[in-house]
């Protein structure tokens, strides 16, 4: 990715995660990326569509942190690499970055074409829970359904604990990842 592009969408990030979307104009955004204003118009044609490349952004750094690692193994295993990515990324969210509530409130987040790029970002899970259902190793429900059985858990779980500050033994984790399993286990 262009450098220059790179720090205009850390700075869009920063400034959403940090004063909220309202907060977010071309010349704030200018200053805190150190680029000219015009720079910024250089890489996006508007306001519009510098959110949307940032959705876009942040939707593939999730995916791809939550996905690392999970190509390997049985299908049991690639789910618990999964489950504990999920609970990795919650750990190490900062304040200079968007949180998945922020994330999925920027505008366009629950239009089609959005949708469709999430669907293709996430093919891999997507291709891991077919492969499951098609070895009768989970229970054959809609994708959506199964990430709300088994994987919401882990995402609950991060959100109390940055807000809360609550941290779990990695005993107690284990147990979690193994009941969100038996959720979907056929």
């Given at each position: 990715?262009?450098?220059?592009?790179?720090?205009?969408?850390?700075?869009?990030?920063?400034?959403?995660?940090?004063?909220?979307?309202h907060?977010?104009?071309?010349?704030?955004?200018?200053?805190?990326?150190?680029?000219?204003?015009?720079?910024?118009?250089?890489?996006?044609?508007?306001?519009?569509?510098l959110i949307?490349?940032?959705?876009?952004?942040?939707?593939?750094?999730?995916?791809?942190?939550?996905?690392?690692?999970?190509?390997?193994?049985?299908?049991?295993?690639?789910?618990?690499?999964?489950?504990?990515?999920?609970i990795?990324?919650?750990?190490?969210?900062?304040?200079?970055?968007?949180?998945?509530?922020?994330?999925?409130?920027?505008?366009?987040?629950?239009?089609?074409?959005?949708r469709?790029?999430?669907?293709?970002?996430?093919?891999?899970?997507?291709?891991?829970?077919n492969?499951?259902?098609?070895?009768g190793?989970?229970?054959?429900?809609?994708?959506?359904?199964?990430?709300?059985?088994?994987?919401?858990?882990?995402?609950?779980?991060?959100?109390?604990?940055?807000r809360?500050?609550?941290?779990?033994?990695?005993?107690?984790?284990?147990?979690v990842?193994?009941?969100?399993?038996?959720?979907?286990?056929?």
């Amino acid at each position: 990715m262009d450098n220059k592009r790179d720090q205009i969408l850390r700075a869009a990030e920063n400034i959403i995660a940090n004063e909220g979307l309202h907060n977010l104009s071309m010349q704030k955004l200018a200053k805190d990326a150190g680029v000219a204003a015009g720079t910024i118009y250089r890489y996006f044609t508007d306001k519009d569509e510098l959110i949307d490349e940032l959705r876009r952004d942040v939707l593939t750094q999730i995916a791809d942190s939550i996905l690392q690692g999970s190509e390997i193994g049985s299908v049991e295993q690639r789910f618990r690499c999964i489950w504990f990515n999920i609970i990795r990324l919650g750990e190490t969210c900062t304040m200079e970055r968007l949180n998945f509530e922020q994330y999925t409130h920027l505008p366009g987040a629950n239009s089609e074409e959005h949708r469709q790029f999430e669907r293709a970002t996430f093919a891999p899970l997507h291709a891991l829970f077919n492969e499951a259902k098609a070895e009768g190793v989970i229970v054959d429900l809609n994708d959506e359904l199964l990430f709300a059985l088994a994987l919401e858990p882990a995402v609950g779980l991060c959100r109390r604990m940055r807000r809360t500050g609550l941290n779990f033994s990695m005993d107690e984790l284990e147990v979690v990842c193994d009941l969100s399993w038996h959720a979907i286990k056929r």
